[in-house]
Structure formats: C-alpha cells, structure tokens
C-alpha cells in the first residue's frame, strides 16, 4: 500500500464545520448563542422588486441574492456595498446557491433555466435546461458540490454534474399516475439521499445513486379531506379565473439537520414537521408561523432551527423540545430566504419588502 502524503490524510472540511473546528477554540453552542441575542447588522438595499433568495460566498465575505427583479446582486458582507449585478435570466430568480469551493455560483429562474456563473468576474459559464422544463424554483447542491439537483413545477427531478453541465440522472417517483410537481428538493448531508416535497405537501426520499430510486413515500402536509378525495393539483381554470382547489399543503422549504438525524419541511399549511430519518417517521408539528413558511436553516450543531415565511417573521426554534424562543418580525412583507454564514454566527434573510438583511446572535458586544 503506498503511503498517503499529509495532504490526502487531512479531513475534507464540511460545510456544517463550526468556524472554531480545529482552532483550540471550544465549538460554539448555537443555541445559547442565539439565545443571547439577534441584532440586525446591515440591511442591502438595490433589488428593484421582492427578494426570494440569498446565500453566503463560502469564505463568508460576500452574498448573493436574486429575486422578481431578474437579476443577481452581489454584495460585499462588510460595508454593504453592491459589488456586482448578473444579468441572463428572464423572469423571477428563485434559488442562489454558491458550490463549496466558492468557484461557481447557481441560480434558478421561473425563466426555465438554471445559470452557472463565475462570482468573481461575474460571467454566466453554462446554461442548464431540457426541453420540457416549467419553472425551476429549487436547488440544492451535493455536500461535496459536485451534483445540483433541481426542483420545478414539474413531477421530475433532475440532477446535473456541476463541472461539466451534464445531466446526470432524472428522478421520476414509482407511481406514472401521479403528476404532482416536485417543488422543493435537498440533499441528505452525506449526498446518498435527495428529499422532495411536492405541491400537495407530500414528501419523497430518494436514493440518488446508484438506483434512483423513490425510496419512502410519505404523505408529509398533505391531508385527504372528506369531501374531497381526490389529490387534483389547484390548476388555473379560465372562465371563472380561479383555482380549481388551493393547494393548501404546498411544501415552501426543506432542511436537513447536520447530524443527518432529521428532515424538516416547512408547508403553506403554516406548520413545520420534523421526521426522524431513515424512515421519514413524524416526530413533532411546530405551529407559529401564521402564513406560508418558505425558508428553514438549521445550525451547524443542530441544535436551532431558523424558520422564515410571508407572515414577515423570522422564527428561532429549539429542536430538542420544539419551542420557539425568538421571533424577528423586521422586514415589512414576506421573508422568502434565510441562509447562515459558513461559520453560522450570522443569518441573511431575503423579504418582499426588497431587501436582504444580516443578522448576528450573541449578547448585546459592550460599548
């Protein structure tokens, strides 16, 4: 056997890493420290319409955001500066996403299409799309950032190698009847699984490879009514310019905790599930929210739970007992995105009201 150099022996660093991982510095507990305050750092402002998602550069220097104004905006942490805008999409942004080693940044569009660019000179490198794409309103990156997966109103999911811009796999579920959109999508935090939350507020997991395969089919949010049975999706009926039936349990976010022992999903039915993984088995239903919840964060220690969603608040939640301790109500509409910095010490939320602001826990630093 060759002997490995120092290089390959060294750990791969992990996302969920807290920023004192391997400092001497003892690992911080997340929840006292969010416990111990919230204080809004900086509020960008340049987005021209309602903001729908953000996310910290992984040196956790800058963010991206895109929206309904079809652009994307980078912004430097520090002073707030708007440090570049990409444009390419056509219609609203739905999902940004930088890879792992901060070389590449993805974004999804109700224009179809998915966009990879380069945040450093802000150059779009490859279009991704097929020919019967609808809307593409999630994504989420495999934890070693080599596989992106998409979710769409749409029943398929479809994941592409990152590199290359090859499709790689289409995951369709084992029932050719059921023709719900898979619209919400993350991978499990060792990248072997994929869950998916559909427009009724059912929800999937997937072995993604070798097979493909639909693994567990869980009914999630959704709720067989008496009167109605069936499982239509609300479509757009013309002549009475209405839905059909509202779509009442559509899932707006999903999460996996760090120690990959939950998943957690965030329905318009205004209530956030918790399940025990392997099997999907329900745990607990945490209620506050008041409208559609459409972001979740968990820490990196998985210990809180950070919940955003149109009724404009931004919730902090215990998951060892399911009670939330803290409730931000800053923005002035909907808070569509909220993501943690690499080091988890601050949170960016994205709103309707077309800003994006950073938030940082902790007390209250002395004058």
Not at 121 to 130: A, D, V
Not at 253 to 278: C, H, N, Q, V, Y
């Amino acid at each position: 056997m060759a002997d490995l150099t120092a290089s390959e022996l060294a750990p791969i660093p992990s996302p969920f890493t807290p920023a004192s991982a391997g400092t001497g510095a003892p690992p911080v507990d997340f929840l006292e420290y969010w416990k111990a305050g919230a204080r809004e750092l900086t509020t960008y402002r340049g987005h021209s319409h309602g903001v729908w998602s953000v996310a910290f550069a992984p040196n956790g220097l800058s963010l991206a955001s895109g929206g309904a104004d079809r652009l994307v905006r980078l912004w430097d942490i520090e002073t707030g500066r708007l440090l570049r805008s990409l444009r390419g999409h056509t219609a609203d942004i739905r999902s940004v996403i930088f890879t792992p080693d901060g070389q590449t940044l993805a974004t999804a569009s109700e224009d179809r299409t998915i966009r990879l660019w380069n945040p450093v000179n802000g150059e779009s490198k490859k279009l991704l799309f097929t020919r019967y794409d609808h809307n593409v309103v999630s994504l989420s990156l495999s934890p070693d950032g080599l596989m992106l997966a998409r979710g769409s109103h749409n029943k398929d999911i479809k994941i592409w190698e990152v590199a290359t811009g090859t499709e790689l796999m289409t995951l369709l579920g084992k029932d050719q009847y059921d023709h719900h959109w898979s619209v919400c999508v993350v991978f499990s935090p060792d990248g072997m699984h994929l869950a998916s939350g559909t427009d009724i507020g059912k929800i999937k997991l997937w072995e993604v490879l070798p097979s493909g395969e639909e693994k567990i089919l869980h009914n999630g949010h959704w709720k067989e009514t008496e009167e109605d049975t069936s499982e239509t999706r609300g479509y757009f009926v013309e002549d009475d310019g209405g839905f059909q039936k509202p779509m009442s349990y559509w899932i707006g976010a999903m999460a996996f905790t760090p120690d990959a022992k939950l998943l957690i999903t965030g329905s318009r039915d205004e209530t956030i599930k918790l399940f025990d993984m392997p099997h999907l088995a329900e745990q607990r239903t945490l209620k506050g929210h008041t409208a559609w919840v459409r972001a979740l964060a968990v820490t990196a220690d998985s210990k809180v739970l950070i919940s955003a969603g149109d009724d404009t608040t931004i919730r902090f939640w215990d998951l060892s007992n399911g009670r939330c301790f803290r409730t931000i109500k800053a923005h002035t509409a909907a808070v569509r995105g909220i993501t943690l910095s690499p080091d988890g010490m601050k949170l960016a939320s994205a709103s309707w009201d077309r800003t994006v602001k950073l938030w940082e826990g902790g007390a209250e630093p002395a004058e």
